[in-house]
């Protein structure tokens, strides 16, 4: 397959940044059209795989079915008569892209979700090999994306019998998997952590993220943080307010999270919280953005109302101002 990939005539795009703007998809678009490209090979982490998602939604006209097609009038009327076939490589164990039919970027500003079926990449490859280059931060970062996905998964209004299966495979392979993938750099580990990210993937493609992921985005656009280090900002904060007011079945899930984060069976309601605030904690990274108080406002209003109809439980902007001041590093 190197062989074949290296005869292969292929034209290299990077041209955009770790949280891929409106005008560098536009970019790309422009790219793959004048080069008059048939294949789309995205290399890279979440950010380079939702770039090729939304070079391909554009030239192909896809309809972006949860908003606004921002791409409407951005590609050329040449359209390709087969879509373009979509190969994914992630390089993070994380975020599960690869799995996903959806795509983030950022315009104007804000974050946009772009969701079609038909860029669900056709194959993905996930070779561990690829994370012995990947930086401390981001090692950590990304698979804390792919733990909170799971978890939120787990809980979330959209799950399903399929999606918790999913879930629980990506909670069970990371709470098993992190010490020796992060602090020892075990090759084994980074295989286990690396499908475990892939059924992360594949749990939210089912259920979609909740409110820790929804909190998130204006945490990374505001103060720089990583992806999966501003949701693992928000989770603890979310959880403890499920945990005061769940009942019947999302409680039950609840329990079933406690006792796979802690290995008990005998876990105690919100046990499971404790030890991801233990593991976040021995990954010593900050737990909470500085001074959200100055920007109060401005979260609150950034946070999607249909990412929150997935939580459990209603959250009203006074419940998420409390949240954001309840941030630890307070």
């Given at each position: 397959y190197t062989t074949l990939f290296r005869s292969m005539e292929k034209v290299?795009?990077?041209?955009?940044?770790?949280?891929?703007?409106?005008?560098?998809?536009?970019?790309g678009i422009h790219l793959f059209q004048t080069e008059?490209?048939?294949?789309?090979?995205?290399?890279?982490?979440?950010?380079?795989?939702?770039?090729?998602?939304?070079?391909?939604?554009?030239?192909?006209g896809m309809e972006n079915t949860t908003g606004t097609n921002l791409f409407?009038?951005?590609?050329?009327?040449?359209?390709?008569?087969?879509?373009?076939?979509?190969?994914?490589?992630?390089?993070?164990?994380?975020?599960?892209?690869?799995?996903?039919?959806?795509?983030?970027?950022?315009?104007?500003?804000?974050?946009?979700?772009?969701?079609?079926?038909?860029?669900?990449?056709?194959?993905?490859?996930?070779?561990?090999?690829?994370?012995?280059?990947?930086?401390?931060?981001?090692?950590?970062?990304?698979?804390?994306?792919?733990?909170?996905?799971?978890?939120?998964?787990?809980?979330?209004?959209?799950?399903?019998?399929?999606?918790?299966?999913?879930?629980k495979a990506a909670v069970e392979g990371i709470v098993a998997n992190w010490r020796s993938y992060i602090f020892d750099s075990d090759e084994t580990a980074a295989a286990l952590i690396m499908l475990a990210a892939n059924y992360g993937g594949r749990a939210i493609n089912i259920s979609a993220t909740t409110a820790a992921h929804a909190m998130s985005y204006k945490i990374t656009s505001l103060y720089g943080y990583a992806h999966g280090h501003a949701v693992a900002m928000c989770l603890p904060l979310t959880w403890e307010f499920l945990i005061d007011r769940a009942e019947g079945d999302v409680r039950e899930r609840l329990c079933a999270i406690d006792r796979l984060m802690t290995g008990r069976d005998d876990a105690t309601f919100g046990d499971g919280l404790t030890a991801f605030t233990r593991l976040f904690r021995r990954l010593g990274l900050p737990a909470g953005p500085e001074d959200p108080g100055n920007h109060l406002n401005e979260l609150v209003e950034s946070v999607n109302a249909e990412r929150l109809s997935n939580f459990?439980?209603?959250?009203?902007?006074?419940?998420?101002?409390?949240?954001?001041?309840r941030s630890p590093n307070q």
């Open positions: 290299r795009f990077a041209d955009f940044t770790s949280n891929p703007l409106f005008e560098d998809i536009c970019k008059r490209c048939d294949t789309l090979l995205a290399v890279g982490g979440g950010s380079a795989i939702d770039v090729a998602k939304c070079i391909k939604m554009a030239v192909t409407a009038t951005t590609a050329a009327s040449r359209q390709p008569s087969v879509p373009p076939p979509l190969v994914a490589i992630p390089t993070t164990a994380g975020t599960g892209s690869e799995s996903t039919h959806n795509a983030v970027m950022y315009y104007e500003g804000a974050k946009q979700t772009m969701t079609n079926d038909g860029i669900l990449p056709d194959y993905a490859v996930l070779e561990p090999a690829v994370l012995k280059t990947l930086p401390l931060y981001q090692k950590k970062c990304t698979m804390l994306d792919a733990l909170c996905q799971g978890i939120e998964s787990w809980w979330s209004v959209g799950a399903t019998e399929t999606s918790i299966g999913y879930a459990p439980v209603a959250l009203s902007a006074d419940d998420l101002r409390g949240m954001y001041r």
